[in-house]
């Protein structure tokens, strides 16, 4: 099946610091990738995503890049907040069937 | 405003005693899903919902059933719960799951089977 890692499990940083959330998958054919956002005790949302056809996307302080190559993706929070904490999941959605799987999630905690 | 909507958003419940977690959206999107989440397992999907009437199993689907009956409606069924489906469940919906589109959450579903 359709598997999609997500390293690390747990992200601890100073405020002001950057983060660097690394998700790789299986299926070659994948061409999307959203990261979402978990606030605790709300739902996911998502805070950017990249398609195949482009390395890279920035959205002020956090960025996705790819590499297909390699078939990883990260996710790059810039001058971190307190407010950046939450759990971040990545998602590779397979070509080959409708279905929607997601990395197990990292829990990023910003130090003030 | 855009939104799906999930209820109840508590449930406690007995062993063996049928429920159902109503899921509706009003995007008009075609593909819907259940998640269950965990701690340490992240968000696994139950079952997704291409389209009316088309459904198919998830990682998880073992306990459950879907049904979508109606484009907007996508109910999570749990005929007979066990303690081991305690859980944060969630419903999510997206325009299009092949193109890949944003998918949008539900406020979630906190169950307690005892």
């Known amino acids: 099946g359709e598997n999609v890692e997500q390293h690390p499990s747990t992200l601890s940083v100073q405020e002001g610091d950057s983060a660097v959330i690394k998700c790789t998958y299986s299926?070659?054919?994948?061409?999307?990738f959203p990261w979402y956002k978990q606030e605790l005790g709300k739902r996911p949302q998502l805070i950017i995503d990249i398609r195949s056809n482009v390395g890279e996307k920035k959205d002020q302080r956090i960025a996705v890049t790819l590499n297909k190559t390699a078939k990883h993706f990260s996710l790059h929070i810039t001058e971190t907040q307190p407010e950046d904490s939450a759990v971040y999941f990545c998602a590779a959605p397979p070509a080959r069937n409708y279905k929607l799987t997601f990395g197990k999630g990292t829990l990023l905690t910003v130090n003030p | 405003e855009a939104q799906v909507t999930q209820n109840p958003r508590y449930l406690i419940t007995v062993t063996g005693k049928k429920l159902t977690v109503t899921c509706s959206q009003n995007?008009?999107?075609?593909?819907m899903s259940w998640y269950r989440q965990d701690p340490g397992l992240g968000l696994r999907q139950i079952y997704y919902s291409m389209n009316v009437e088309v459904t198919d199993k998830g990682d998880v689907p073992e306990g459950y059933k879907v049904s979508r009956k109606e484009k907007r409606n996508f109910p999570l069924i749990l005929e007979s719960p066990s303690p081991n489906q305690t859980s944060l469940y969630f419903c999510?919906?997206?325009?299009?799951?092949?193109?890949?589109?944003?998918?949008?959450f539900g406020q979630g579903t906190r169950l307690t089977v005892v």
């Open positions: 995007m008009n999107h075609e593909y």
């Open positions: 999510a919906s997206s325009l299009d799951r092949l193109r890949g589109t944003e998918a949008f």
């Open positions: 299926d070659s054919a994948s061409n999307y």
